[in-house]
């Protein structure tokens, strides 16, 4: 606006100076006159004062529209370059929008950043696990801008985590870099928000330490699934692969023949499709999906089906999860039962939901039951019947080729999914996950509320980095603090580090001050901590009491409660 104005100013200046020029010319040229220089100048008398004032009140004139613009444009110049690197952050937070959908940061991190997990082959047990990705949405409550800035261009060694930036061997240089950053800075929730999310992260955690057995018996039933399904492969690759060759040439065949819907597909090629899909579904089921009624007695039903299921256990481990599910209900079974058949009918249709799952549970992925008729050219769900068609017969090509795929590569498999699954036995058998909250209440000497709030807080916000296997899964995880991507912090080693808490509550705790700002990089720590910058500020996430009382914790050197 300002800068406007003198512009104005100017240009009028301009033209007036100019308006003078030309008047003074125009008066000059009136009558012939002898020019210039021939003639006598002008005397003392004259230069010294007229021409001299007009001179001098010139350069005052001037001087006073210098002495008013300079500071107007001065003080004008500031907006001007935020004008400017507003309308740059805008053009580059579009870039960054643009660059996190292509190299789908999402797909790990969750909907807009909000956390979410990855697939990954574990190292040390070579299974494929969910490994957590954490939020982006609150990164800047723990990180400054060139820490994030570090991540993205490095990635993090032996997780799912890429390197993104060309010094890290990824493929953005560092302008599309500083666009993702600028970019997740508009995506981030108000601190508030993030902090009362805390209590519920917290209880979570400590459920999922409540659950652990039951989640390291399911993931070595999900194994065993695995390395049955490695010896039964020979099996279905010889039921399959004909079923998928004559499927296909039904396909390339359809147009061929009596084709009563005239939807391209002749009567035969539906008839017979329809029938395979029976036949393919009959054969992977280890049971039909039935339907319990709770209006009609159906006890002995139900017993034959978990039989059915039972019996198929050795083909299709997986089962067990099943029979468990359908045996607890049926446990803790009350309520109305209107057939009196001694199953409630709520149970009833709790149990069909289960029965539904497991008769899908040992299906390959994609193999659908269709029946197609050959009097109506769109019998399911309104899809042209050459759609559905072709879906069929892709998903049981597909999975026709993955069996063969096994079948052939089991030298290599088999081997890889045993020790998979022989990790998982070890780990059922040595707990390493468990924390015991009465044990750590004692070495704190703190109330068990305390101590499990401190082994919430640890868990949620810190076990990421400092215990070993932690964001792999329940089975992976070692023992509470045992360092992973991050140095121990068992056996009291923070208290080396930062020493006792002070006496007197006015002096600095060295542990809490570093746990509210995080490392900063090339900058020491402690007794001999030399920070690299990604230790994570908390200060911003947690209430002062809960940092200290992770202080507390850390320096009780019994961080799963187990001397
Ligand atoms: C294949 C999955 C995957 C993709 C894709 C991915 N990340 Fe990550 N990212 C992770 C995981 C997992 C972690 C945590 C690693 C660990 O366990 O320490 C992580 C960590 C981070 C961190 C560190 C945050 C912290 O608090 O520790 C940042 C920042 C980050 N990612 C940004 C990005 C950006 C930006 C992109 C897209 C350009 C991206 N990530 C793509 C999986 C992924
Ligand atoms: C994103 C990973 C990460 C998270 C999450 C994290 N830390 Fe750290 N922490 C580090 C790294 C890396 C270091 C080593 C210092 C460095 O490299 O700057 C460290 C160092 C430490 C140290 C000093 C250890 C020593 O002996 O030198 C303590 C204590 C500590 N962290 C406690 C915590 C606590 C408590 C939490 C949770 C509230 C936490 N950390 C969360 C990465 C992390």
């Not at 079923?243 to 084709?259: F, H, I, K, M, Q």
């Not at 039903?301 to 607890?328: K, M, Q, S, T």
């Not at 001694?342 to 149970?347: L, M, Q, V």
């Amino acid at each position: 606006m300002t800068a406007e104005v003198i512009t104005v100013l100017a240009l009028v200046a301009g033209i007036v100076w100019l308006g003078i020029m030309m008047v003074s010319a125009f008066r000059n040229r009136s009558g012939e006159e002898i020019p210039h220089n021939l003639r006598p100048g002008i005397d003392d008398q004259q230069l010294e004062t007229r021409r001299l004032e007009r001179g001098q009140k010139a350069a005052i004139a001037f001087s006073a529209f210098l002495a008013v613009s300079l500071p107007l444009y001065f003080l004008a110049e500031p907006a001007r370059q935020e004008g400017f690197v507003e309308e740059f952050d805008e053009a580059s937070v579009e870039r960054g929008e643009h660059i996190v959908a292509e190299f789908a940061c999402f797909n790990c991190h969750g909907p807009l950043g909000s956390g979410g997990s990855a697939s990954y082959v574990e190292k040390r047990s070579g299974v494929t696990v969910t490994w957590a990705a954490p939020s982006l949405d609150d990164v800047f409550l723990r990180y400054d801008e060139d820490e994030v800035n570090f991540w993205i261009t490095f990635g993090r060694g032996n997780t799912p985590m890429p390197a993104w930036g060309l010094a890290g061997g990824g493929p953005m240089n560092e302008h599309q870099v500083n666009d993702v950053v600028n970019y997740l800075k508009t995506i981030q929730r108000p601190q508030q928000v993030i902090v009362n999310e805390m209590p519920n992260r917290i209880r979570f955690e400590l459920a999922r330490l409540e659950g652990a057995d039951a989640a390291v018996a399911a993931a070595i039933v999900r194994q065993d699934q695995l390395v049955a399904e490695i010896d039964q492969a020979p099996a279905d690759s010889e039921f399959l692969a004909p079923l998928a060759e004559e499927a296909s040439d039904l396909l390339e065949t359809a147009a061929e023949g009596r084709d009563t819907d005239a939807d391209r597909l002749s009567d035969v090629t539906e008839t017979r499709l329809s029938e395979m899909s029976v036949e393919i579904l009959g054969y992977f089921r280890a049971v039909e999906p039935i339907v319990l009624d709770p209006a009609a007695p159906d006890a002995e039903v139900l017993e034959g089906v978990l039989e059915e299921l039972r019996g198929a256990l050795d083909r299709d481990p997986i089962l067990v999860n099943y029979i468990g599910a359908i045996e607890a209900i049926l446990e803790a079974d009350e309520g109305d039962d209107t057939d009196e058949d001694g199953i409630s009918d709520a149970a009833e249709a709790q149990i069909n939901a289960q029965i539904t799952e497991a008769a899908g549970a040992t299906v390959p992925s994609g193999l659908v039951q269709v029946a197609l008729d050959p009097a109506n050219p769109a019998s399911a769900g309104g899809q042209p019947d050459l759609t559905t068609a072709t879906t069929v017969v892709g998903a049981i090509e597909s999975a026709a080729l993955s069996k063969r795929v096994l079948v052939d590569n089991e030298g290599r498999i088999r081997p890889a999914e045993e020790a998979g699954l022989e990790f998982l036995l070890n780990a059922q058998r040595s707990r390493t996950w468990v924390i015991d909250i009465a044990g750590v209440a004692e070495a704190m000497g703190a109330t068990e509320e305390d101590a499990a709030r401190a082994v919430g807080l640890f868990q949620t916000n810190c076990a990421r980095c400092h215990t070993a296997g932690f964001s792999a899964g329940i089975p992976y995880t070692q023992e509470a603090g045992s360092g992973g991507f991050a140095p121990a912090l068992w056996d009291g080693r923070p208290l080396v580090q930062f020493g006792e808490a002070p006496e007197d509550e006015e002096e600095v705790d060295l542990l809490v001050d570093f746990l509210v700002n995080g490392s900063m990089a090339q900058r020491p720590y402690g007794l001999n901590g030399f920070g690299s910058g990604r230790m994570p500020a908390f200060g911003a996430l947690l209430a002062e009491e809960d940092i200290e009382l992770l202080a507390r914790y850390l320096r009780s050197g019994v961080l799963d409660g187990i001397e």
